[in-house]
Structures are given as structure tokens and as C-alpha cells.
């Protein structure tokens, strides 16, 4: 059986709303912080680009000439010193290709350096409503318990099975509200199964209920 209305209605009761975690106020800030967020949790990054958005207040700001600067405001991040150069080299690529603009397509969005098929996905859900469904490890861990998908699926798969089968619902919702569920309730060592909206229809939950 198809559980999709079910699901998005009961989400859409339990978190109406919905924002971004990631601070920003520019559009490659938006994507700079989601670069950043590889492997760390978004308030250790709300915590740097604090410090990193002032500091460079342009995306000129984002050279070579100002690495030590860059690297000084990010090294309480995972894997800074990649992703210190891929600030730099998306920065120029932005610049001399794109006119400053962050491209409006996948294919193009997934050849900047430290982006890859999540990020990408991320980025157009927020900037161009894109209507997609970007797989982070909340959403992975949610949908697998569901059952929406097999527990061998990797993301990339998962955000294709998980597109179709919300095919006639807002995806950039629920997006947002799949990893509020897995913050809030469907945590990974012990998801509080009583307290969930989606309890009814969970593979997994409902032995533990
Ligand atoms: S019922 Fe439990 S395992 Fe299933 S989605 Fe909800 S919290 Fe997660």
C-alpha cells in the first residue's frame, strides 16, 4: 500500500513549517555553508560562518590571498583544509563563469568543487524551489525504518525511490520535515517510537510501540 498521503499529511500536521538550519544571507552563502556542513552538524557551521560571513563579506573575499583567514574561521570543522580550497576554487569558478550566479542545474551545480548529488540537491531545493529530495543521514535512517526503502539502498537510490514515491507531494517540505523527524523523535540510538506521528505506518516502530 501507498502510505505517501498519510505520511505527508500526518508531517504536515506535526511540523507545519519549516526553515533552513544553515544561517546565511547571500545566496553562495547558502552554498558555502552546505560545502561546509560535510561530516559536521549545522551548528558547528552557523557557529563558523558567523565568524567566516564577516570577515568575507564578498565572494571576491574567497581567494587564495585570504586562505589563512578562511582556514583560521573554519578549522572547528572536519576536513577543513579541503574545504577551505573548495570555498576558493567554487568562489573563482562562480565568478568567471557564472557572473556571479549560482547555477540553476544539477549538472552544472555538481561539477563546483565540494559539491556532489546531496549538496546539489539542497541548494536548488532553497534557492530555486526545485522540488527535489536530497538524502542526508536523517532522511536515510527515517526512511529505511518506514520501510519506504531496502536497507542496502545508498542515498542515491534512496532519493530516487523516495522522489517517485512522493511524486504528487511538495518534496522540498518534506525534505525539511523527514529530517526534523529524525532529529526530533527518530533519532538513531533511541527513537522515542511513542511519540511519532508516522508510528501507524512504520515497519520498524511498530514492534516497539
Ligand atoms: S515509529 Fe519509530 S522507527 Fe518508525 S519512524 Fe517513527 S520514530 Fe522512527
Do not use: W
Given at each position: 500500500m501507498n502510505n505517501s498521503k498519510y505520511i505527508f499529511n500526518n508531517l504536515k500536521k506535526e511540523y507545519p513549517t519549516y526553515h533552513t538550519f544553515l544561517n546565511y544571507?547571500?545566496?553562495?552563502?547558502?552554498?558555502?555553508?552546505?560545502?561546509?556542513?560535510?561530516?559536521?552538524?549545522?551548528?558547528?557551521v552557523n557557529d563558523a560562518t558567523s565568524i567566516l560571513f564577516?570577515?568575507?563579506?564578498?565572494?571576491?573575499?574567497?581567494?587564495l590571498k585570504n586562505k589563512e583567514i578562511i582556514i583560521n574561521d573554519i578549522k572547528s570543522l572536519g576536513l577543513y583544509k579541503a574545504k577551505c580550497n573548495y570555498l576558493i576554487d567554487s568562489s573563482s569558478?562562480?565568478?568567471?563563469?557564472?557572473n556571479r550566479k549560482?547555477?540553476?542545474s544539477r549538472e552544472e551545480l555538481?561539477?563546483?568543487p565540494g559539491v556532489g548529488k546531496k549538496t546539489s540537491g539542497v541548494v536548488l531545493n532553497e534557492l530555486y524551489h526545485a522540488n527535489l529530495f536530497p538524502v542526508d543521514t536523517h532522511i536515510e535512517r527515517v526512511s529505511k525504518r518506514l520501510g519506504l526503502v531496502k536497507e542496502?539502498?545508498?542515498?542515491?537510490?534512496?532519493?530516487?525511490?523516495?522522489?517517485?514515491?512522493?511524486?504528487?507531494?511538495d518534496?522540498?517540505?518534506?525534505?525539511?520535515?523527514?529530517?526534523?523527524?529524525?532529529?526530533?523523535?527518530c533519532s538513531s540510538s533511541n527513537p522515542k517510537?511513542?511519540?511519532?506521528?508516522?508510528?501507524?505506518?512504520c515497519k520498524k516502530g511498530v514492534s516497539s510501540v
Open positions: 544571507s547571500k545566496d553562495y552563502e547558502f552554498l558555502f555553508a552546505v560545502i561546509l556542513s560535510a561530516q559536521t552538524t549545522d551548528k558547528k564577516k570577515d568575507l563579506p564578498s565572494l571576491d573575499d574567497y581567494s569558478i562562480l565568478i568567471n563563469k557564472y549560482i547555477p540553476s555538481i561539477l563546483l542496502k539502498d545508498i542515498p542515491d537510490i534512496i532519493e530516487d525511490k523516495l522522489e517517485s514515491y512522493f511524486d504528487m507531494y518534496k522540498v517540505y518534506l525534505h525539511h520535515a523527514f529530517i526534523l523527524l529524525g532529529r526530533k523523535v517510537c511513542h511519540l511519532c506521528p508516522l508510528k501507524k505506518v
